[in-house]
Structure formats: structure tokens, C-alpha cells
């Protein structure tokens, strides 16, 4: 899906950000895109980082955000901004349960974004918001300009 965003969305970097867990709460991760991801000529596959056992398959562990953060309030300094315009957008009909589920989110959302031929620039987001009473998390990445 395309996001078109009207406003720029800023963020102040928080060490550790809690997952948004209250009506209107976000909370925003950024990962370096080629950190995350080797491309092939099968498409785009998750880099393989510290194996974690997860019944009854073994996956690799999901690296560090390059940038951890919650919304700056207004008048706040922002660390990032997330600009007005396009974007890949996915948000699934629930959120992951876990890190491994997150890990197959991130690498459907990058091989549908290749299968498709988008091109698409800068980091992977994944901002989380909780709305009617629930947990959800969406994908940004930027289309190329």
C-alpha cells in the first residue's frame, strides 16, 4: 500500500521506548535497511544474526534499532522526522506476537516491496500505535524520490 503522509510525524529518541500500550500511545523504531536485509536474485532475505531457538524452528534474533523513539510533543526538539509524502506502507489485521513473527513481517514487507518493483530508499520503521484498545504495528519505508 502507499502511505501519502500531509504532515511531517516528529520523534525524540527515547533509550528505551515502551510499545505503545494506551488509547493514542506510539512508539517508533527505525533499522538500517542493508543491516537488516541481503538481496539475491531470489529478492531480499533477512542477514542472518544470533540464532534463537523458537519451537520448533531456529531463527535468527532481531538487531537492534539504529533508532529508538516516542512523538515529540509540540514545540519539542525533534531527533528524526518522518517527512511528508510517500511511503510503502503495511499494516497487518493483528500485531506480532513476538520477534520472531515481526522478523517474518519485516522480510514479507521487503520481498513484496522487490516483487513489486518499488523503489524505496533509506531505513525500515516500524511504528507502533495502540488504537481501539489494541496494539497495532505498521511498516514505513520511504519510496525513492
Do not use: K
Not at 532475505?45 to 531463527?59: M, Q, S
Not at 515481526?102 to 530508499?121: I, S, V
Request: charged share 30%; hydrophobic share 45%; glycine share 10%.
Amino acid at each position: 500500500m502507499t502511505l501519502r503522509l500531509r504532515a511531517p510525524l516528529p520523534w525524540r529518541a527515547a533509550e528505551t521506548a515502551e510499545p505503545a500500550c494506551r488509547e493514542g500511545s506510539e512508539d517508533l523504531a527505525a533499522y538500517d535497511w542493508d543491516a537488516l536485509f541481503a538481496v539475491g536474485d531470489d529478492g531480499p532475505r533477512l542477514r542472518e544474526g544470533p540464532r534463537v531457538r523458537e519451537a520448533p524452528r531456529v531463527r535468527g534474533a532481531l538487531p537492534p534499532p539504529a533508532f529508538r523513539g516516542l512523538p515529540a510533543t509540540p514545540g519539542e526538539a525533534a531527533d528524526l522526522v518522518l517527512g511528508a509524502g510517500d511511503w510503502a506502507f503495511l499494516q497487518p489485521a493483528r500485531a506480532p506476537a513476538d520477534d520472531g513473527e515481526l522478523l517474518d513481517l519485516l522480510e514479507g514487507f521487503a520481498r513484496d516491496l522487490w516483487w513489486e518493483g518499488a523503489a524505496c530508499e533509506g531505513p525500515l520503521y516500524v511504528r507502533g500505535v495502540f488504537e481501539d484498545g489494541r496494539r497495532a504495528v505498521q511498516l514505513w519505508r520511504r519510496f525513492a524520490t
